[in-house]
């Protein structure tokens, strides 16, 4: 079953989404399925935490295909994408066969695909029936010469090896790339990719998630969960913060508050587990005076 076919329609594939536990809204489920069906690449911006990766895991889950994961750093060069020869296999062959053959037959016979150390691109190109699923993982982090080396990959499901020629892909992978925002990508690389901006889930969806994960938790203790994380992101809460948590530090929370035997949130079993939430010093020093604001019932709307 190739991606094309792999789903009939938008909700089937939401239905088979959530089966794994992930909820998503229609606009990002649509710019899935339109990946899927015009074999495009995927890109996903947004804030950290707010379910690119998981989305990927997810998805490699419903299509049943290995999920090959390239994460991007600072200064990442193409041969830790791609591949590399594997240079003491190289020697060691040079040395038994240096008295038997000629200099160019020896040439041609160290640059073979056996002595090829695959990357996740090439692992993903070169993937049997019905293919990978690739992430290419933050490659914001990445600087813009890969950036340049990804448009191959990108555009035409293929690359450029100089001592074996260009390498096309024997099943087309389903490919996502994530960024989080921290510089612009260049403009060539999304004009490739489907675009989708991911912004934190709404309440319903995101206590759905916590549910899903979480099914310990009590109804009561996984809405209070949803609602305060909820509360954290909105106004004027949320300009207190220098990151607000994101759906995996909601998921995490109700795991912990669970081990806790926590029945209710209150004060003082927030400030426990803090940490949970927030990663930076200031964040939790911000929170503490908020809390009982935080706590508070949420102001009714009246018409």
Not at 79 to 94: G, I, S
Request: hydrophobic share 45%.
């Amino acid at each position: 079953m190739t991606a094309k076919t792999a789903f009939d329609s938008i909700d089937q594939l939401a239905r088979a989404l959530e089966g794994v536990g992930y909820f998503a809204e229609r606009r990002l489920i649509t710019a899935v399925f339109l990946s899927l069906q015009l074999e495009r690449p995927l890109l996903l911006e947004g804030e950290p935490g707010v379910g690119k990766t998981e989305l990927a895991k997810a998805l490699a889950k419903v299509l049943e295909r290995p999920l090959i994961r390239l994460q991007c750093y600072d200064g990442m060069e193409q041969r830790e994408a791609l591949y590399e020869w594997n240079y003491a296999a190289q020697l060691l062959h040079m040395r038994a066969a240096a008295a038997h053959v000629s200099p160019e037959e020896l040439e041609r016979e160290v640059y073979q695909s056996r002595f090829l150390v695959k990357r996740p691109l090439l692992q993903a190109l070169q993937m049997g029936a019905p293919g990978a699923l690739l992430l290419i993982d933050e490659v914001d982090r990445a600087d813009e010469p890969f950036e340049a080396f990804l448009l191959e990959y990108l555009g035409e499901y293929q690359v450029s090896i100089p001592e074996l020629g260009t390498v096309t892909a024997d099943a087309t992978p389903v490919t996502l790339l994530t960024s989080n925002r921290t510089r612009d990508l260049n403009d060539a690389v999304k004009r490739r990719c489907i675009y989708q901006w991911m912004d934190y889930p709404d309440r319903e969806r995101e206590l759905a998630v916590v549910r899903s994960k979480v099914p310990q938790a009590s109804a009561h203790l996984s809405e209070q969960v949803t609602e305060f994380v909820g509360r954290l992101r909105s106004q004027p809460f949320v300009n207190a913060f220098q990151r607000a948590p994101g759906i995996a530090e909601s998921v995490e929370w109700a795991k912990a508050l669970v081990a806790l035997d926590t029945l209710t949130l209150d004060p003082e079993v927030i400030q426990d587990t803090v940490g949970v939430l927030f990663k930076q010093r200031e964040d939790i020093a911000a929170l503490v005076p908020l809390l009982n604001d935080l706590l508070a019932p949420a102001p009714v709307n009246l018409p």
